[in-house]
């Protein structure tokens, strides 16, 4: 069974930029047809969809947040990573790592999230 | 793009059925069968209740169906159960070929 896990520094200052990581266990992040998703939810909001990666770094990003964000697939380390640029108070959130797939165009395979806040 | 429109709150007794409506545009909810329906207690990880409007995947109580009408879908939950009592979120992939979710309902089994 595919488990995801985000990891990351909780606090991050304004203006710099946020890093995240998400590690897959139990299955292989290269076996085909399988994307890999961010996604965010700031306190007392709804989720917001940040971007997908495909192992052969393909990408996808919410129009919003395209120009700060960054994906990347460690594929020997069995991750994908997420950087968010210039981040402001308005980045704070508990970000999830999801997974996706061509056969079933929804989340189905989700991280537990991770808290981060920015603030100096 | 813009979040998908969901009311911020609904309620019903158990054993009633409620149902949450998700509006989107042409561009989303109204173009694609990707819509998908999440359940999220507060500190968990969202779950996967119906996918593809309609479709549940395995393990998910039958009580849940999806349904699409026009740039409106729709979750019905029948038979409330206090376990239900969690927050819903609809999903729709868009012509952008990005993702856009709701903002959210709050289910309260009273």
């Known amino acids: 069974q595919v488990q995801l896990q985000e990891s990351g520094p909780g606090l991050v200052k304004p203006s710099q930029t946020l890093s995240l990581t998400c590690t897959v266990s139990g299955g292989s992040i290269s076996s085909g047809g399988y994307y890999w998703s961010w996604i965010r939810q700031p306190a007392g909001k709804g989720l917001e969809w940040i971007g997908r990666v495909y192992p052969s770094g393909s990408t996808n990003f919410n129009p919003s947040l395209k120009s700060r964000v960054t994906f990347s697939v460690d594929t020997p380390k069995n991750r994908f990573s997420l950087q968010l640029s210039s981040v402001t108070a308005a980045d704070t959130a508990l970000y999830y790592c999801a997974r996706s797939s061509n056969s079933l165009d929804a989340f189905d395979v989700w991280g537990q999230g991770t808290m981060v806040t920015v603030s100096s | 793009q813009s979040a998908l429109t969901q009311p911020a709150s609904v309620s019903g007794s158990p054993g009633q059925s409620i149902t949450i409506s998700c509006t989107g545009t042409?561009?989303?909810?109204?173009?694609?069968?990707?819509v998908s329906w999440y359940q999220h207690h507060p500190g968990k990880a969202p779950k996967l209740m119906i996918y593809?409007?309609?479709n549940r995947p395995s393990g998910v109580s039958n009580r849940f169906s999806g349904s699409k009408s026009g740039n409106t879908a729709s979750l019905t939950i029948s038979g409330l159960q206090a376990e239900d009592e969690a927050d819903y979120y609809c999903?729709?992939?868009?012509?952008?070929?990005?993702?856009?979710f709701g903002g959210g309902t709050k289910l309260t089994v009273l």
């Open positions: 593809d409007v309609s």
């Open positions: 042409s561009s989303d909810v109204g173009a694609y069968s990707d």
């Open positions: 999903s729709s992939y868009t012509s952008l070929s990005t993702w856009v």
